[in-house]
């Protein structure tokens, strides 16, 4: 294999007191994740579908397909990802798989236990997609301690589709632009039972959704995110984005904001808010170009009422 | 916070500022025609005040804008008699680093296309044109319209602008200005693009072309990525390369010149002769037109700080150890 086209592995020595606290918090808060997703799974079954279309349970006791096992430590996930044919599912050990990779073509990378984590190197996003028409999938895993320009955990400049289920972000940094967890500005983002917690990003603590992509949020968690602008979603260009029963509570923007859209005199988001929660903090829209804002069946500050057209059922509460 | 913020705070002051009157925004094809109001001439001795008020909002607060808007009057033209150049761009008090770098890749590798994006109204506007493309990766062209009052600090534009000595005297080329207005104009104001973007949106904008990124890390050599950026210098292609957290400790050495969450311009690579061995450069530009703080040339000694232009040229190891990745357009 010549230098140069194998993804890049940056193994970080990381001291062991560090290693406890990480593991402890990010595998706890993924764990209370997995048993609440499968618990949702249960009256879900045989619903889910990789990327690329195929089922990934036939059944309700069906094991998952696993093509390749990758056991965690060293550089084993590289080596896994280099020699995975494409459409290749791989089955992640528990413990601390060392990332910060390229992902180039369409996989599905799956934790077969809770703790299962991909360590950034603090050099880059712990994964990125930045070719068209990978069609990728993540499910049950942590992704933390990645540093980059966009998108810490997760930065999606190519045109496919992501589709991460059951995982937990945290720990990272999109610091120049923003998206501490994840920056996407292409193709589809499909985000399932994901938790986003400690992350920091110049604009979105724990999501930046840019240019012209489309994502749809279905019971993600943010909590304790923190931005220039906007402690949890930043929404900006033609993004078009459905959130589906998500809760945020305890983001914090410099700016005040949990949440801000805006677009352009050329394209502005949308954004549906659909039986959400939300603790405090405001919503921004704009402000000088608004999106489209609309919320129906959430519980939201009361600020927000004049930022998001109302579409019935919400719940306006003062600031907690 | 990123270098270049700091830069721009460590300079601000506020000042009072004159009320504005109302004006109608320009381009808002919905709104109804209605005469424009007359805009009351400044006194004596005061600026001007700002023709396109979508733009004025550059700062968090406008009570905290340290700057006033000014009728470019020293003879400054749209490009200068030497033409359109990398050097020409300097970034300003604003957190638009992937701006300035993108404007100067641009500039330096297809100056054609900076010149065909500006048209002249002759009627003290521009009309500047970009691309940006849609969800099927389509492009679609948009235009705006700006005048060239720029917000100053004190005599000089507070935000881009290129100032150069042309036979001894120092001419002012307003592109790079009046590019950065228009976009400010196009994306809702100064501050929605004043904290931070992705220089390939920008070397898209003006080329129409699609940009890719590519991280700087990889096995050995990473001839895959050297490979890429000589193709991409030989076909003068626009290249910016892009830093890690300001925190990390490879920048704080005021030896390295170089710092964190910021954007340069790749002016180009080059491979030289040494002995039996033939070695990799990459020339890189600072947006600010220096490479080093004045603090930290003058900490190690650098005595072309302020003559280079920003300009200097790293081994390939030492530039893949800086720079956490690489943006091509085209």
Known sequence: MPNGTRPRIQVKTLKLPRVIAILAYCAASQFLSFVAGHAVQATEKATMHTASGHDTTSAANAKPICEVQVEAGGDHLAHALLEAAPGSHLCLQPGVHSASLSISKSLTLRGIAAGVILQGSGRDSVLRVDDDGVALRLENLVLQGGSAQAGGGLAIFGRGKVHASDCTFCDNTGGMVGGGAVYARAGMLVLERCIFTRNHGRQGGALMLDMAMHAELQRCEFSNNTADIAGALRISEAAEVDLKACKLAGNLGADGSQVRASGTRSRVPTVRLDHCEVDSGRLINGPEIQGHITAKGCKLPASWKGSATDGGGNTWRPAI | ?330
């Not at chain 2, 001007?48 to 009570?63: C, F, G, I, M, Y």
């Not at chain 2, 900076?114 to 506007?125: M, R, S």
């Not at chain 2, 507070?158 to 002012?172: F, H, I, L, R, W």
């Open chain 2, 1 to 330: 916070m990123p270098a270049h913020d700091t830069k721009k705070k460590k300079n601000q002051k506020p000042i009072p500022q004159q009320p504005k009157p109302q004006q109608p925004k320009p381009q808002q094809p919905q709104a109804p025609v209605q005469p424009k109001p007359q805009t009351p001439a400044p006194a004596p001795g005061q600026p001007r005040d700002l023709v396109d008020p979508s733009v004025t909002r550059d700062e968090k607060t406008k009570a905290l804008d340290p700057y006033t808007y000014k009728k470019n009057d020293r003879g400054a033209k749209v490009f200068g008699p030497d033409g359109v150049k990398a050097g020409d761009v300097q970034q300003g008090y604003i957190g638009d680093c992937y701006m300035a770098s993108a404007m100067s890749a641009v500039a330096g590798s297809k100056p054609d296309a900076v010149q065909q994006a500006i048209k002249d109204n002759k009627d003290g506007t521009f009309t500047v044109r970009f691309f940006e493309l849609d969800y099927s990766g389509r492009k679609t062209a948009h235009s705006e319209t700006v005048d060239a009052d720029l917000p100053h600090y004190g005599d000089m534009p507070a935000y881009a602008k290129s100032t150069e000595k042309v036979d001894g005297k120092q001419y002012m080329e307003l592109w790079p200005s009046i590019l950065e207005k228009a976009y400010a104009q196009w994306k809702g104001s100064y501050d929605a693009m004043g904290n931070g973007g992705i220089a390939g949106d920008v070397m898209t904008a003006l080329t129409g072309e699609r940009s890719s990124q590519v991280t700087t890390a990889g096995a050995g050599e990473n001839d895959a990525l050297w490979t890429k950026m000589k193709a991409a210098s030989d076909q003068k292609k626009p290249m910016t390369a892009g830093t890690g957290g300001e925190e990390d400790p490879r920048y704080k050495d005021p030896k390295a010149g170089v710092y964190g969450w910021h954007a340069y311009t790749v002016m180009g690579v080059e491979e030289a002769k040494e002995g039996d061995k033939t070695k990799r450069y990459v020339v890189c530009r600072n947006p600010w037109a220096k490479r080093r703080r004045n603090s930290d040339a003058a900490a190690v000694g650098d005595t072309t700080n302020d003559t280079a232009g920003g300009v200097f040229k790293l081994e390939w190891a030492e530039f893949r150890r800086l720079y956490d990745n690489v943006t091509v357009n085209g």
